[in-house]
């Protein structure tokens, strides 16, 4: 079953980009580039966003048509599935205005934050109505974070959707690691027994794998905020309901890393007054600014992607 929609998924997200990109080009729903960013990659402009329609559409239908003929109705998959739609539709108007008004700007950050934490917040409290637990698996112990809990389960969700879509800067880069992200959690539902949040996760596995596709060097076509925020979303949602809050931190660490450089190099520019501790953040672009190619890039982040993996798949089945 779980090899199936992986291949349905990937079927449909192949189908939706051969039909989509041509589309999009036709609207000229084309990507406008930072003037702030790498020089190279101005060659970019004008290649399609929102393509991140395709893998959420196929992601979605894949996991609806196992819903229902195998009978998989969830409440907890029901709103993995909201999670899921509402951080893409964030994204989805944020390059809405991108692509119409032709800047690079869209929402501002305080209103896409806001947004963000009204979900985010939602999400835990219906969650905790349910039933969820405050308490939090260390492995070696459980520790009660009481009313904390649904102000941390915020923080990873605003947290990761922003995290992957800081992460979205090259080509490929968020669909390889956001696709080995969702594979090992994927792994870990079915190893806890949770086939209905499995079978979302390696449908969101199988339509990045199409969606790489298209998107990986030279790019026909960007994800955009469309999806590189529904994506972040919706993984420490699967984390918060399989109770591996923590896990998240070691499978998602490269979108943790790249979080912390923009963090780091905000602080030292003005803790220093003008001085930067990469060539630029996110720190994918301090090594392409080094004279690594994309490519090389790209590789080495889904490596360390695949060792976090193996690694928070290993913690995890010891935490359950």
Known sequence: MELT??????????????YGIP???????????????????MTKAGTPTMGGLFFMIASIVATIIYMIVFQLYNIELYLLLVVFIAYMGIGFFDDYIKVMAKQNLGLTAMQKLCIQVTVGTIFTVVLMQLGLTTTINLGFATIDLGWLYPILTTILLVGFSNATNLTD?????????????????????????RVDVAILCFAVF????????????????????????????????????????????????????????VML??????????????????IHHHFELSGWSEVKVVTIFYSVAFFCAIVGIILGIGMY
């Open 5 to 18: 929609v992986v291949l349905v998924a990937l079927l449909l997200t192949l189908i939706l980009g051969k």
């Open 23 to 41: 589309y999009l080009r036709k609207l000229k729903a084309g990507q406008s580039i930072r003037e702030e960013g790498p020089q190279s990659h």
């Open 169 to 193: 800067g090259l080509d490929g880069l968020l669909g390889g690691t956001g696709a080995i992200a969702f594979f090992a959690f994927g792994f870990l539902a079915l190893f806890m027994g």
């Open 206 to 261: 199988g339509s990045l794998l199409g969606f790489l596709v298209f998107n990986f060097n030279p790019a026909q076509v960007f994800m955009g905020d469309t999806g590189s925020l529904a994506l972040g979303g919706l993984l420490a949602a699967v984390a918060i309901v399989l109770k591996l809050e923590l896990v998240l931190l070691v499978i998602g660490l490269v979108f943790v890393i790249e979080t912390a450089s």
């Open 265 to 282: 190099q905000v602080s030292y520019f003005k803790a220093t007054k003008g001085k930067r501790l990469f060539k630029m953040s996110p």
